[in-house]
């Protein structure tokens, strides 16, 4: 909601390992989608791990707002 209601934002990402099933599962949940695969970019105990971007435009979030899926003031959003 800040990045979107507050900053005026098009569009909020983030990057997550992509061995993070809940992590995954979660930001999914909430309305964002997988934009990309970045293969071997960290290195960690000498080996390479991926990360997955995934990303919310502010019109998929506004229409999760319009849907209840969103909250508004700690409350689900009604639609007024």
Known sequence: ??????????????????????????????????EALIRETILYRNAYENLVILGILDREYSARKRAGLELEGGQPHDGR
């Open 1 to 34: 909601a800040w990045a979107f209601e507050d900053m005026g934002a098009h569009r909020a990402w983030l990057d997550c390992k992509d061995y993070n099933a809940r992590a995954l599962h979660l930001y999914e949940s909430e309305g964002m989608v997988r």
